[in-house]
């Protein structure tokens, strides 16, 4: 193939991806809702699938791509079979497709690629499942190489039979945009021309002037040069009726011009503001496109703990900035793994309780003024139990018994924001960690959201993200800091204003103000920021100060000056400066200058760390250095090295025992703070340690990290019975989430 044509097919290709993407999604949605669908809606379900699948084929087959194409066709054959009735659904079938869809989307995530082997392999396996669930001919099937077909062993409830999650994902590098929202704006586009001729004409009327008034000084300056040598006598009157005559006429001109440039200013304002409004539409997309792939994660995260959930959606014709609509994907996955794990029960639980079987999970989005969208995530599980939400901020240290006794039920659910706040019995790949709605909050907050939660024990719980419509304006609060200007967002701003320096106390060795509403923390905001300049609050005058809220927290921070509220447009910091710590953003005043927009969550939680400095020895000044002393029990020679080499590299003191009873033996004789243990071992194994040491009086407080291959949602549950704290995954081993572990444990 020449270089023109393989330019043609990459350019085509990259179309493919977008136009896969939204088949794919179709797809998946159609396949969670066959499952739960029907006699009456399965046909009409299975035709729109039928279809789907067969204009991937045949975008699959113009930028050439066999293995994609062979794929769609063997899923067409079982979309066949089930419109003729020739096969039943079943959750085997089921497995099966999903697991094609996985494959399918990997396939046509990177078109035209080579082929890894895992991935070649993996295609062979679903293509052989299929020909098994549709044993009889089809004539629809396109020859395929494909190698003895593997067994293929039953999977754990939700869990595909060869390791491919089915959440579509490929993200759209382009989008489709109606041919009238284009014409809106070569419209305005057309009218800007007609501006800028009309500011050629402002210009040259103004050279003109500039011109004319050149011309008279220099003809004034001829004129008196002349007289002086001529003798001639200019009297003041005569000099003051010549300039007030040019003057006056100058002035007219002038102001003319003034009046003609203000009517080009209003126009050129409508102009661009109606070509800003039409190309902010350009980029707002659908909720369903946030939505599309949600079907599949509750699907595989509801089969991996064998609970049965639907999800239903309303509004997804809701239009948001895309941009928007990309920063939430992470926040429904954590919010959706939130309501799974957490949230709903398992089918013999909810039947207890009087519940269906089959627990919801329901996504609303809806438009509100001021150009703000409401999101809400529903589900219909055991909600929130404030009592272990307030039982684990007391273990973890952030607030004392007695604050969390007097604390309402609102308040509690709202500390389940804060990160590394988690009710869970034990720490797994999926949960416990206490960073899923963290991250939420964060991200949220940094769109210039918010987002809150209510909850009713029994009932459910109910998650409210508020986001902007869209990303291009927003106000702010103008702040001046040591000689800079800064933008600080009105949606983190509870409120503004002047204190007296007699009004900050001192408690515990931090600035304390006193507001209606209690007390709150006062931080300099040039502190904060760590900059040098002029100091215009040390004359003892009343201090300016903002409130800010934000993660369920307040600081108040004293500036140098406030400069009122602004509507500001927003620009990002590039690639290059992607995450900086306190700012969010960056907006261009009148002047020229540029503007950093500060994030609120990231002021709030600096001010919080300046506010509380390291401990330190009381003798020598420097700060305390604590190194826990681990047992790492584990049969593995090449295991245990690593994770020996692992742990002594974080810093710890680590000794290693070779199977559970000499662990045991170990845990015994010396002290440890902290246990991590294989649970397939000789003599004894992790699961049977774990419980013998919750039975020892003295170590029965030890922390306990599981750390196997055996992933299924049994072997984890078996590990929450005997008491481990911590199960990890060797297959979703990450030594950076290990490490962490500990340290939340130390």
Same mark, same amino acid.
């Given at each position: 193939?020449?270089?023109?044509?393989?330019?043609?097919?990459?350019?085509?290709?990259?179309?493919?991806?977008?136009?896969?993407?939204?088949?794919?999604?179709?797809?998946?949605? $159609?396949?969670?809702?066959?499952?739960?669908?029907?006699?009456?809606?399965?046909?009409?379900?299975?035709?729109?699938? #039928?279809?789907?699948?067969?204009?991937?084929?045949?975008?699959?087959?113009?930028?050439?791509?066999?293995?994609?194409?062979?794929?769609?066709?063997?899923?067409?054959?079982?979309?066949?079979?089930?419109?003729?009735?020739?096969?039943?659904?079943?959750?085997?079938?089921?497995?099966?497709?999903?697991?094609?869809?996985?494959?399918?989307?990997?396939?046509?995530?990177?078109?035209?690629?080579?082929?890894?082997?895992?991935?070649?392999?993996?295609?062979?396996?679903?293509?052989?499942?299929?020909?098994?669930?549709?044993?009889?001919?089809?004539?629809?099937?396109?020859?395929?190489?494909?190698?003895?077909?593997?067994?293929?062993?039953?999977?754990?409830?939700?869990?595909? *039979?060869? $390791?491919?999650?089915?959440?579509?994902?490929?993200?759209?590098?382009?989008?489709?945009?109606?041919?009238?929202?284009?014409?809106?704006?070569?419209?305005?586009?057309?009218?800007?021309?007609?501006?800028?001729?009309?500011?050629?004409?402002?210009?040259?009327?103004?050279?003109?002037?500039?011109?004319?008034?050149?011309?008279?000084?220099?003809?004034?300056?001829?004129?008196?040069?002349?007289?002086?040598?001529?003798?001639?006598?200019?009297? @003041?009157?005569?000099?003051?009726?010549?300039?007030?005559?040019?003057?006056?006429?100058?002035?007219?001109?002038?102001?003319?011009?003034?009046?003609?440039?203000?009517?080009?200013?209003?126009?050129?304002?409508?102009?661009?503001?109606?070509?800003?409004?039409?190309?902010?539409?350009?980029?707002?997309?659908?909720?369903?496109?946030?939505?599309?792939?949600?079907?599949?994660?509750?699907?595989?995260?509801?089969?991996?703990?064998?609970?049965?959930?639907?999800?239903?959606?309303?509004?997804?014709?809701?239009?948001?900035?895309?941009?928007?609509?990309?920063?939430?994907?992470?926040?429904?996955?954590?919010?959706?793994?939130?309501?799974?794990?957490?949230?709903?029960?398992?089918?013999?639980?909810?039947?207890?309780?009087?519940?269906?079987?089959?627990?919801?999970?329901?996504?609303?989005?809806?438009?509100?003024?001021?150009?703000?969208?409401?999101?809400?995530?529903?589900?219909?599980?055991?909600?929130?139990?404030?009592?272990?939400?307030?039982?684990?901020?007391?273990?973890?240290?952030?607030?004392?018994?007695?604050?969390?006794?007097?604390?309402?039920?609102?308040?509690?659910?709202?500390?389940? #924001?804060?990160?590394?706040?988690?009710?869970?019995?034990?720490?797994?790949?999926?949960?416990?960690?206490?960073?899923?709605?963290?991250?939420?909050? &964060?991200?949220?907050?940094?769109?210039?959201?918010?987002?809150?939660?209510?909850?009713?024990?029994?009932?459910?719980?109910?998650?409210?993200?508020?986001?902007?419509?869209?990303?291009?304006?927003?106000?702010?609060?103008?702040?001046?800091?040591?000689?800079?200007? #800064?933008?600080?967002?009105?949606?983190?701003?509870?409120?503004?204003?002047?204190?007296?320096?007699?009004?900050?106390?001192?408690?515990?060795?931090?600035?304390?103000?006193?507001?209606?509403?209690?007390?709150?923390?006062?931080?300099?905001?040039?502190?904060?920021?760590?900059?040098?300049?002029?100091?215009?609050?040390?004359?003892?005058?009343?201090?300016?100060?903002?409130?800010?809220?934000?993660? $369920?927290?307040?600081?108040?921070?004293?500036?140098?000056?406030?400069?009122?509220?602004? &509507?500001?447009?927003?620009?990002?910091?590039?690639?290059?400066?992607?995450?900086?710590?306190?700012?969010?953003?960056?907006?261009?005043?009148?002047?020229?200058?540029?503007?950093?927009?500060?994030?609120?969550?990231?002021?709030?939680?600096?001010?919080?760390?300046?506010?509380? *400095?390291?401990?330190? %020895?009381?003798?020598? $000044?420097?700060? @305390?250095?604590?190194?826990?002393?681990?047992?790492?029990?584990?049969?593995?020679?090449?295991?245990?090295?690593?994770?020996?080499?692992?742990?002594?590299?974080?810093?710890?003191?680590?000794?290693?025992?070779?199977?559970?009873? %000499?662990?045991?033996?170990?845990?015994?004789?010396?002290?440890?703070?902290?246990?991590?243990?294989? @649970?397939?071992? *000789?003599?004894?194994?992790?699961?049977?340690?774990?419980?013998?040491?919750?039975?020892?009086?003295?170590?029965?407080?030890? *922390?306990?990290?599981?750390?196997?291959?055996?992933?299924?949602?049994?072997?984890?549950?078996?590990?929450?019975?005997?008491?481990?704290?911590?199960?990890?995954?060797?297959? %979703?081993?990450?030594?950076?989430?290990?490490?962490?572990?500990?340290?939340?444990?130390?």
């Amino acid at each position: 193939m020449d270089r023109k044509k393989e330019e043609f097919l990459g350019r085509l290709r990259e179309t493919f991806r977008v136009e896969a993407a939204e088949h794919l999604e179709v797809i998946a949605a $159609g396949i969670v809702a066959m499952e739960h669908a029907d006699d009456a809606e399965l046909a009409a379900i299975v035709e729109r699938v #039928f279809r789907e699948a067969h204009s991937l084929k045949g975008a699959a087959r113009s930028v050439s791509l066999p293995e994609a194409e062979a794929l769609c066709t063997e899923l067409e054959s079982i979309f066949s079979a089930m419109q003729r009735k020739a096969i039943a659904s079943s959750k085997d079938m089921f497995d099966v497709i999903h697991v094609s869809i996985g494959v399918l989307s990997t396939l046509c995530l990177n078109p035209g690629a080579p082929l890894p082997l895992e991935i070649d392999e993996k295609l062979k396996q679903a293509l052989a499942a299929i020909r098994r669930v549709i044993p009889e001919a089809s004539d629809m099937r396109v020859s395929a190489p494909v190698a003895a077909a593997p067994t293929i062993a039953k999977p754990s409830p939700g869990i595909n *039979p060869i $390791g491919i999650k089915t959440v579509v994902s490929i993200a759209a590098e382009s989008v489709r945009v109606p041919t009238r929202k284009l014409g809106a704006i070569l419209l305005e586009a057309e009218e800007l021309v007609g501006a800028r001729i009309v500011a050629n004409a402002r210009a040259a009327e103004l050279r003109a002037l500039a011109a004319d008034l050149a011309d008279w000084n220099q003809r004034r300056v001829h004129r008196t040069a002349r007289s002086r040598r001529s003798g001639e006598t200019i009297t @003041v009157s005569e000099l003051l009726d010549t300039e007030a005559h040019y003057t006056k006429t100058l002035e007219g001109s002038l102001k003319k011009l003034a009046g003609s440039t203000q009517q080009d200013a209003l126009s050129l304002a409508a102009i661009t503001d109606r070509l800003l409004e039409d190309a902010k539409k350009l980029v707002l997309m659908p909720c369903s496109y946030l939505f599309g792939h949600l079907s599949m994660v509750v699907h595989d995260l509801a089969g991996e703990q064998g609970k049965e959930v639907d999800l239903l959606v309303r509004g997804e014709d809701i239009e948001i900035d895309r941009r928007v609509l990309d920063e939430l994907k992470d926040p429904f996955n954590h919010l959706l793994r939130n309501c799974v794990d957490h949230g709903i029960e398992k089918p013999e639980a909810r039947k207890q309780h009087g519940k269906p079987s089959r627990g919801s999970i329901t996504i609303t989005a809806r438009s509100i003024e001021g150009n703000r969208v409401e999101l809400t995530v529903a589900d219909d599980g055991s909600g929130i139990d404030s009592g272990k939400i307030k039982e684990a901020a007391v273990r973890l240290g952030m607030m004392d018994a007695y604050e969390a006794r007097r604390m309402n039920e609102a308040d509690a659910h709202k500390l389940i #924001f804060r990160s590394g706040l988690s009710t869970s019995r034990i720490i797994t790949d999926m949960s416990g960690r206490g960073l899923g709605l963290a991250i939420v909050r &964060e991200k949220v907050e940094k769109l210039g959201g918010a987002i809150s939660v209510s909850s009713i024990p029994g009932d459910g719980t109910v998650f409210r993200l508020l986001v902007p419509s869209s990303l291009a304006t927003f106000r702010g609060v103008l702040v001046e800091v040591a000689g800079g200007n #800064f933008v600080i967002p009105t949606a983190n701003v509870a409120r503004v204003g002047r204190v007296k320096p007699d009004d900050i106390s001192k408690v515990e060795n931090r600035r304390m103000l006193s507001l209606d509403q209690g007390p709150v923390s006062l931080a300099r905001l040039r502190d904060v920021l760590e900059l040098s300049g002029p100091d215009r609050n040390g004359n003892g005058e009343t201090l300016p100060v903002v409130l800010v809220r934000a993660a $369920g927290r307040q600081i108040a921070f004293i500036v140098d000056g406030i400069q009122g509220e602004r &509507e500001v447009m927003v620009k990002s910091l590039g690639g290059h400066l992607a995450r900086v710590r306190n700012v969010a953003g960056a907006t261009i005043a009148s002047s020229g200058a540029v503007v950093p927009i500060l994030n609120a969550a990231d002021l709030v939680e600096s001010a919080i760390t300046l506010g509380e *400095p390291a401990p330190l %020895d009381d003798k020598s $000044g420097v700060e @305390v250095e604590r190194r826990g002393r681990l047992l790492v029990a584990e049969d593995s020679i090449t295991a245990r090295t690593m994770l020996k080499g692992i742990l002594e590299g974080a810093g710890y003191d680590v000794k290693t025992a070779v199977d559970g009873i %000499d662990a045991l033996t170990e845990l015994k004789t010396e002290s440890f703070d902290l246990l991590v243990s294989d @649970v397939d071992m *000789p003599r004894m194994n992790g699961f049977e340690l774990t419980s013998r040491v919750r039975a020892d009086k003295k170590l029965h407080e030890l *922390p306990v990290v599981l750390v196997t291959a055996l992933g299924s949602a049994k072997d984890r549950e078996y590990g929450i019975e005997v008491g481990a704290n911590a199960y990890i995954v060797k297959s %979703d081993f990450d030594q950076g989430n290990l490490l962490e572990i500990i340290r939340r444990f130390l």
